[in-house]
């Protein structure tokens, strides 16, 4: 425990003296505000100033932590651009409740051939998303994959579902 408190110690000094020099001061020669994506699956309150003490230490310093959850990650990768986690923070950021795989159909484990349009016709949930034009619609893609859906491109008659930002549009009326 000692150790850990003196490595703890250590980077906090660290931190104040080396990773804020003059150059990184702004105009009114204050500390600037750098910012951390500290990635969580949730499941739980992400309290970081009581979860990490370090975390907590990094606040002190000036440092933003950003809680993400891993949609924003591969999201961001995905479309290889970061995009703020506060435009949908119920898509980007971590909750309380976890998230929970959909169950698969019983003809998912007798599609194994390899071939993907099999394997897709063997899944439950076949979801097309209309409407949503920014990074939200690139999220609900991501999420849908990560919870074991198939996303779609287009809407079609094997679709089991339809995600829409508003009930309106081509495929709202073909989805009813």
């Keep these: 425990i000692k150790t850990d408190l003196k490595k ?3 980077h906090k000094k660290r931190m104040e003296d080396d990773s804020f020099d003059a150059n990184d001061m702004d ?3 204050s500390k600037p505000n750098k910012k951390f994506y ?3 699956t949730g499941g739980y309150h992400l309290d970081h100033a009581n979860f990490c003490p370090l975390l907590s230490d990094l606040e002190k310093l000036g440092v933003d932590i950003i809680p993400v959850n891993p949609i924003w990650v591969l999201t961001c990768a995905s479309e ?3 995009c703020d986690p506060a435009m949908y923070p119920l898509l980007f950021q971590p909750q309380t409740w976890p998230y929970r795989l959909l169950p698969p159909s019983n003809s998912a484990s007798s599609a194994t051939d390899g071939n993907p349009a099999t394997a897709e016709e063997g899944r439950r949930f ?3 998303v209309t409407g949503f034009v920014d990074m939200s619609r690139y999220g609900i893609i991501q999420l849908l994959k990560s919870i ?3 996303y779609t491109d287009s809407l079609r008659a094997k679709n089991t579902h339809l995600i829409c930002k508003e009930a309106t549009g081509k495929k709202f009326i073909r989805a009813l």
Aim: charged content about 20%.
């Design 8 to 10: 703890n110690a250590a």
């Design 27 to 29: 105009d009114e020669g």
């Design 38 to 40: 500290v990635v969580s």
């Design 80 to 82: 290889e651009t970061e």
């Design 126 to 128: 076949l979801i097309s």
């Design 148 to 150: 074991g859906a198939t």
